[in-house]
């Protein structure tokens, strides 16, 4: 049976609200964990992200299941609330929101995980990263095609333009892990929003979390 610690971390940082939004919903069967990364001025981004995390813990409650494909349906349940929460108006007209999450079943102990935009999912197996995948953004295509390297990810003037996000379109482009992934003991996930992971180079997460574990 595979045994699951939580912990978690949020702050306002220099800005007047905090956009960001984090939970988690756990059985003894299994665990879903998302966090998300609003924007839309005007108090908008801050409602866009708690909607996306109460929408995906409450649709996952009542169907829990770790799959790929449950995480595909989770990711575009989110999506379609924030349209309609949008199509309001009001202060929430331009709201949308960035997305990870992370599923995980403790009698298999294999995990599937998702996400839209720029907030990020990093997999930690002994000390070191192991995956994080790309994110959804304008400064990632321009290094894709070849004009520059990962170092314009946390440094170029347009790194926060994002090519996908919840509730920027009805069809939402998303990345989904390909299959289930065994677990290791000792394994440590991280889910995190650009406030974070375009501060913190990799080897440092790596360093902090050795100092944690020692």
């Given at each position: ?8 971390r949020s ?19 299994c665990?879903?964990?998302v966090?998300s990364?609003?924007a839309?001025g005007h108090?908008?981004g ?6 996306v995390?109460s929408?995906v ?8 299941l770790?799959?790929?494909?449950k995480?595909?349906a ?16 009001g ?5 949308h929101?960035t997305i990870v999450?992370l ?6 102990g ?5 996400h839209?935009?720029?907030?990020r ?6 000390e070191r990263?192991l995956?994080h ?7 990632q295509?321009m290094v894709?095609?070849?004009?520059g ?22 069809d939402v ?5 390909a299959?289930?992934?065994?677990l ?13 992971w375009e501060?913190?180079?990799?080897s ?6 050795g100092a944690?574990?020692?």
């Amino acid at each position: 049976m595979l045994k699951l610690q939580t912990c978690f971390r949020s702050g306002v940082g220099g800005r007047g609200r905090n956009e960001d939004a984090c939970g988690y919903w756990t059985s003894d069967a299994c665990g879903c964990w998302v966090v998300s990364d609003g924007a839309g001025g005007h108090g908008g981004g801050d409602v866009a992200s708690r909607l996306v995390v109460s929408t995906v813990l409450g649709a996952y409650a009542e169907d829990p299941l770790v799959a790929s494909e449950k995480v595909v349906a989770l990711l575009q349940e989110a999506n379609a609330a924030v349209m309609t929460r949008k199509a309001g108006g009001g202060v929430t007209r331009d709201m949308h929101a960035t997305i990870v999450l992370l599923l995980a079943d403790r009698s298999s102990g294999l995990a599937v995980w998702g996400h839209v935009g720029d907030t990020r999912i990093y997999l930690f197996r002994s000390e070191r990263v192991l995956y994080h995948p790309p994110p959804h953004s304008v400064v990632q295509t321009m290094v894709d095609a070849g004009y520059g390297d990962a170092a314009m990810i946390r440094s170029h003037p347009q790194r926060s333009l994002l090519t996908s996000a919840i509730g920027l379109s009805e069809d939402v482009e998303l990345t989904v892990s390909a299959k289930p992934l065994q677990l290791h003991s000792g394994d440590v996930f991280l889910l995190c929003t650009d406030g974070w992971w375009e501060h913190v180079q990799e080897s440092e997460m790596e360093r902090l979390l050795g100092a944690s574990a020692g």
